[in-house]
């Protein structure tokens, strides 16, 4: 059974990859028609790449979750 | 423990002579930077020796662009050795994991601090690089998932690493108990947080490797994409920098662990066998990236178009050429000393130490050699030869950066155990 410790960080996690996903993928990667146009080269959204490394980030923190949620009555 | 005086382990607290010159020398660096730093930014990057290439005949990236991919590089094998050490069970690295870690965190800081210095207006820079950086770019992986990502993952790593030793900290009487306190938050030793802590820094581990060859990759690839720039444009560079980063790296670590053994008087440790498989490391490193270059050199020599046979020349016998050979040298030295100690069976710390200094001279003359003559010497359009001499405003700063890092660990030690403690010491003072 998954205990709430390991959910909590498995949460964060997927958080952090869906941002970094979205934020590459959906805001700022270079797709579009014809695929070779300028008009698709830069982020649709400023700051779209800050996400994506805060998204790199929120996935690292899930550790921490993990490490530092509170035990409950000492035992899992 | 309370009310006694008691030494903390590993000089923690302690004040010497010797540590008090040491943090004079890399303050007074830091002053020498951060004055020539002012100049630079009130005279702007005229004080530099940087110009734009073409028609100012000068080169646009130099001491500063080098200086930033060796520290990135001298990252490299900190967090990698602390990967290692969970991944592969290789707990006679153990008591160099701390100070690898710390080497990780504090040369990715000097790396993005020279960035600044690199830039004209720093504060416009890194703005305008979160905002309009593509992340398909690899100066994106370079530039903000090298130094915000890895830099990130990095200090996790280390957080997590050094609650036990802060919770072991916390209980003896000291005026840093509050920090040590607030760093173990919470954690008490106990067999699930210990297990606990195993797991999730094997699968950070596992995590930050991948990581780590992406970003040094990238950093390569910022050179060896440049399809026209003759000497960068090379499929060798990304392998080529993860290589050389692994060579300072490891040779900045074995530097630092036998300073520790010596300043802090530990005789075992850290013990042989760690010496042993940093010098083994350190030389199967060195003879695959003297292979890179050998092929490097014959390609671009041999078959490479006009440009390209130009600037190999330059290198190996023109004006760059006291540059490459300094740096292949010192690796060649560096090889057999390491070679003839891994033949004997016997290691020596002293030779040891040697080569990680000569693997490191290597590196930022090879870090130059790589920056450098193509821009100086690359150009593919006609415009005359370049020149690149660096002013003492760019020494100064990169001097400066030095002293901060060595400052860093300096402090660090005092504030808290550079290496793992192994249980509880209590020593009453006379």
């Known amino acids: ?76 | 423990m309370s009310g006694r005086a008691v030494a903390l382990p590993y000089g923690v607290g302690r004040i010497s002579l010797g540590w008090l010159a040491l943090v004079a020398i890399a303050a007074a660096l830091v002053g020498v930077g951060a004055f020539a730093y002012a100049i630079q930014e009130l005279e702007g990057p005229i004080a530099t020796g940087l110009r734009d290439w073409g028609t100012m005949g000068g080169a646009t990236w130099g001491l500063y662009v080098s200086f930033i991919v060796y520290f990135v590089g001298v990252s490299f094998a900190g967090i990698t050795v602390a990967a290692l050490i969970r991944i592969l069970g290789l707990t006679y690295l153990r008591p160099i994991s701390r100070v690898a870690e710390l080497l990780t965190i504090v040369s990715l800081i000097l790396g993005a601090l020279s960035v600044l210095a690199d830039l004209g207006q720093p504060l416009r820079g890194i703005a305008n690089l979160f905002r309009y950086a593509r992340p398909q770019s690899p100066f994106f992986g370079t530039f903000t998932m090298v130094i915000a990502g890895y830099l990130f993952a990095s200090l996790v790593y280390f957080y997590l690493a050094g609650r036990r030793d802060a919770y072991l900290m916390a209980q003896y009487p000291s005026p840093l108990r509050w920090l040590y306190r607030a760093w173990a938050a919470g954690y008490q030793d106990t067999p699930e947080e210990k297990a606990r802590h195993e797991r999730i820094s094997f699968w950070l581990a596992l995590g930050i490797l991948p990581l780590l060859v992406i970003a040094h990759s990238t950093l390569g690839l910022v050179f060896g994409l440049m399809g026209g720039r003759p000497g960068w444009f090379s499929a060798l560079q990304a392998p080529g920098f993860v290589v050389l980063a692994g060579v300072s790296g490891i040779g900045h670590i074995i530097v630092l662990a036998a300073l520790l053994r010596w300043s802090l008087g530990l005789r075992d440790q850290p013990e042989m066998a760690a010496f042993r498989w940093l010098g083994q490391a350190l030389l199967v490193l060195g003879i695959i990236y003297i292979y890179f270059t050998i092929v490097e050199m014959v390609t671009a020599g041999y078959a490479g178009r006009e440009h390209e046979q130009r600037l190999a020349k330059l290198v190996l016998v023109g004006y760059y050429a006291p540059f490459f050979w300094t740096g292949m040298g010192a690796l060649g030295l560096a090889i057999g000393l390491l070679a003839s100690q891994a033949l004997s069976g016997r290691w020596s710390i002293p030779l040891l130490v040697a080569s990680g200094i000569l693997a490191n001279v290597t590196a930022v003359a090879k870090r130059l050699i790589i920056v450098v003559p193509s821009l100086t010497h690359g150009s593919l359009l006609p415009y005359g030869i370049g020149m690149y001499i660096p002013t003492w405003v760019e020494g100064a700063i990169i001097a400066g950066l030095m002293g901060l890092g060595a400052l860093t660990i300096l402090l660090f030690m005092k504030a808290f155990p550079i290496m793992e403690v192994p249980a509880p010491v209590e020593e009453v003072r006379p």
Do not use: C, D, H
């Open chain 1, 1 to 76: 059974m998954i205990s709430r410790r390991a959910w909590a960080a498995l949460l964060v996690l997927t958080a952090g990859i869906a941002l970094m996903v979205v934020s590459y993928l959906v805001l700022a990667a270079p797709w579009g028609f014809p695929p070779e146009s300028e008009k698709f080269s830069n982020p649709r959204l400023a700051f779209a790449p800050l996400l994506f490394i805060i998204g790199v980030m929120i996935a690292f923190l899930a550790a921490v979750v993990y490490e530092l949620w509170p035990q409950r009555g000492g035992k899992e």
